[in-house]
């Protein structure tokens, strides 16, 4: 069964760390993965990534994909509290069919 | 640049009703998408639209169902509702349907079933 994971579940750090977020799939037909950034209600895009081994970068926060072990990571340098929020992992198919993970929940403390 | 529009925010139906939800998306874009959200499952993907069309259907009963119209709102129905259709759903719309481009999304509705 097509399954997507995310780890860890929740994760407490203070300003100015480094977080590493994690998310493994195990999906038929993989297309692309999407990292949304989900504060109250509305997630915002992040990155997609489709091909392996290639780093997205958008300020403090990268991504990479490694599409031979199955995973990706998002990267946050320098947190701030703003950074606080829950993190969504998305695997789409090639049938447009998208999984999500059940998310970190990420808190920045000052 | 107005965003994506849900309507209502909030709403609170009975066992046994049906309720209609509503997304406007972003001018121009003519793919939207839904999605459903409980604290159990997570985010998971109702249906997506194009051009008045559906083109993908998440793993949900045929209870839910939506439409989009010639000015690519959409609209989300739910008959017969149960207690475990209480949830935010969530409306994303983006330029072109499959994913294929930044998506948007709406504040959502939180639905509510007693």
């Known amino acids: 069964e097509d399954k997507v994971v995310q780890s860890p579940l929740s994760l407490v750090v203070h300003e100015g760390d480094t977080v590493t977020l994690n998310c493994s799939y195990e999906v038929t037909n993989f297309r692309s993965l999407l990292w949304y950034k989900q504060e109250k209600k509305a997630p915002t895009f992040l990155f997609m990534l489709?091909?392996?081994?290639i780093e997205k970068k958008s300020g403090r926060l990268s991504s990479i994909l490694d599409k031979k072990e199955l995973f990706s990571i998002l990267n946050i340098t320098a947190t701030q509290t703003g950074d606080s929020a829950i993190y969504l992992c998305a695997v789409l198919d090639n049938n447009n069919d998208m999984r999500f993970g059940a998310g970190t929940r990420l808190t920045v403390k000052p | 640049k107005a965003g994506v529009t849900q309507t209502p925010r909030y709403l609170i139906k009975t066992r046994g009703q049906q309720v209609t939800l509503s997304c406007s998306p972003i001018s121009g874009h003519r793919s939207v998408s839904w999605y459903q959200q409980t604290p159990g499952q997570g985010l998971q993907f109702l249906f997506e639209y194009f051009s008045e069309t559906q083109r993908n259907k998440g793993n949900f009963p045929g209870r839910f169902s939506g439409r989009q119209f010639s000015n690519s709102r959409s609209e989300m129905n739910v008959s017969t509702l149960e207690l475990g259709d209480s949830a935010l759903y969530l409306c994303a719309s983006s330029l072109f349907p499959g994913f294929n481009t930044e998506a948007f999304f709406g504040q959502g509705t939180r639905l509510t079933v007693v």
């Open positions: 489709t091909s392996s081994g």
